[in-house]
């Protein structure tokens, strides 16, 4: 069965400070990975998507790495603001899951001004 | 540009009551997904359809139950709510190993 394990569970960084976020996750047979974000009462908004032959992907001030033979992804954050205070999440699809995503509980962000 | 739609957003029952949450989409995605999301346990999936008149269980099925009888729609039901069944409730859709979007949640206290 797929575990995904994020760490730390919270972070306190100062304002644009670079940050970096981690994931594992015990099964390598996964198809993709996925990073979403999610603020307090929301749902989630999905912020990156690594698929299983890619290395990295970018978006702005979002850097996600995949490391899928040792298990691991980061993302960072580059040039922290305090609109980048929520909880983000980790996921993976595992390998002939019918697309099913197994979510890490997650790292709280708290960016202070 | 509405993508998921989750009704209601809060509801409170009483124990042994029953219910049923919606969930609608209009991005034509084929596979939809309900979770829920409690503290310390994170996002467990619940059922999911991978098409129109498909429905398959998640992690976390018992007491739950869903139909998808259009595209667009993916309905949960509570036969007889549980105090445990409290949680925040969230649908999402996707096309196969797409992102998937999510609905702003349903949260429902039970009694």
């Known amino acids: 069965k797929q575990e995904v394990t994020q760490i730390p569970a919270a972070l306190s960084v100062p304002e644009g400070e670079n940050l970096v976020l981690n994931c594992s996750f015990t099964?390598?047979?996964?198809?993709?990975l996925q990073w979403f974000r999610q603020d307090p009462g929301k749902g989630l908004t999905s912020l990156l998507l690594?698929?299983?032959?890619?290395r990295e992907q970018t978006s702005g001030r979002l850097n996600a790495s995949l490391d899928k033979s040792s298990g691991r992804s980061t993302l960072y954050i580059a040039a922290s603001q305090p609109g980048d205070s929520a909880t983000y999440l980790c996921?993976?699809?595992?390998?002939?899951?019918?697309?099913?995503?197994?979510f890490g509980k997650g790292t709280l962000l708290t960016v202070n001004p | 540009n509405a993508g998921v739609t989750q009704t209601p957003k809060f509801r409170v029952l009483k124990t042994g009551q029953s219910m049923t949450l919606l969930c609608a989409q209009d991005?034509?995605?084929?596979?939809m997904y309900w979770y829920r999301q409690d503290p310390g346990m994170g996002l467990r999936l619940i059922h999911y359809?991978?098409?129109?008149?498909?429905?398959a269980k998640g992690e976390v099925p018992d007491g739950y139950n869903v139909s998808r009888l259009k595209k667009q729609n993916f309905l949960l039901g509570l036969e007889s709510a549980a105090p445990s069944q409290t949680s925040v409730y969230f649908c999402?859709?996707?096309?196969?190993?797409?992102?998937?979007?999510f609905g702003d949640g349903t949260r429902l206290s039970i009694l």
């Open positions: 999402a859709s996707s096309w196969g190993g797409r992102p998937q979007h």
């Open positions: 099964d390598s047979a996964i198809y993709n």
């Open positions: 996921a993976v699809i595992s390998g002939g899951s019918n697309y099913k995503l197994t």
């Open positions: 991005m034509n995605h084929e596979y």
């Open positions: 690594i698929q299983s032959s890619q």
């Open positions: 359809s991978v098409g129109e008149g498909t429905t």
